[in-house]
């Protein structure tokens, strides 16, 4: 099984800051990787796959990064509506897993 | 715009078995390029995918719950349904159905999800 590690696990950050949300892997996956965004009471929305293609819909301000066993979630001006907790998810290995989340909070 | 909405018993009792069925609605169910998946949340707690069927009624199941999970696939409702036998208290959680991307031979990401549904495991 491939062991995830997202860091860190609560990030507190100000509006308009740039953030950076690691994951990484304990064996190669290439480029098998997407990213979602879970808000509070609701389901998890897909942010991007294949680390670094952006989802139809979603924000610019958005972008993955990495491949092999690092990977990077940046928002690069963190609006208000981007605290959440975000996960990424490895789809190279069988059974898919999830990494434990990362929850961005206001500062 | 693809819509998934679960439903299903909020209470189980333990040791019963957990039904739930997830309703596909504004496309088909029957595409090619994608299977129908299970995923649960524990309160407070990360994510786990339960298993995934195709139109055909192929599966994939997590092996930490294949001896558990039954999942089946109703293509005249465009629906797919989760049965999780012999339940225990561990086996709370928000249930949630999503659209399991299906591409190069292997399971990808999910999108859209449906809103989720919390399953408690209580006597």
């Known amino acids: 099984a491939i062991w995830m590690t997202q860091s860190p696990s609560l990030l507190s950050a100000s509006t308009g800051d740039r953030v950076t949300i690691s994951c990484r892997m304990s064996?190669?996956?290439?480029?098998?990787l997407a990213w979602y965004q879970q808000k509070p009471g609701k389901a998890p929305e897909l942010l991007i796959y294949?680390?670094?293609t952006l989802q139809s819909g979603v924000p610019s301000r958005f972008s993955g990064s990495g491949s092999g066993t690092d990977f990077t979630l940046t928002i690069s001006c963190l609006q208000s509506e981007d605290f959440a907790t975000y996960y990424c998810q490895q789809y190279y290995s069988f059974p898919r897993t999830f990494g434990q989340g990362t929850k961005v909070e206001i500062k | 715009q693809l819509q998934l909405q679960e439903s299903g018993p909020g209470l189980v009792k333990p040791s019963e078995t957990l039904s739930l069925t997830c309703t596909v609605s504004?496309?088909?169910?029957?595409?090619?390029?994608?299977?129908w998946g299970w995923i649960r949340q524990p309160p407070g707690k990360g994510l786990e995918w339960i298993g995934s069927?195709?139109?055909?009624?192929?599966?994939y199941y997590n092996p930490s719950l294949k001896s558990r999970v039954t999942i089946s696939v109703d293509t005249s409702k465009n629906q797919f349904s989760l049965k999780l036998s012999s339940v225990t208290a561990a086996d709370t959680a928000v249930y949630y159905c999503?659209?399991?991307?299906?591409?190069?031979?292997?399971?990808?990401?999910?999108?859209?999800w449906g809103q989720g549904t919390l399953v408690t495991v209580s006597s």
């Open positions: 294949a680390a670094s």
């Open positions: 069927i195709y139109y055909s009624g192929s599966t």
């Open positions: 064996q190669g996956i290439s480029s098998y």
């Open positions: 999503a659209r399991d991307r299906w591409d190069t031979a292997i399971l990808n990401w999910f999108d859209p």
């Open positions: 504004g496309g088909s169910i029957s595409s090619s390029s994608y299977y």
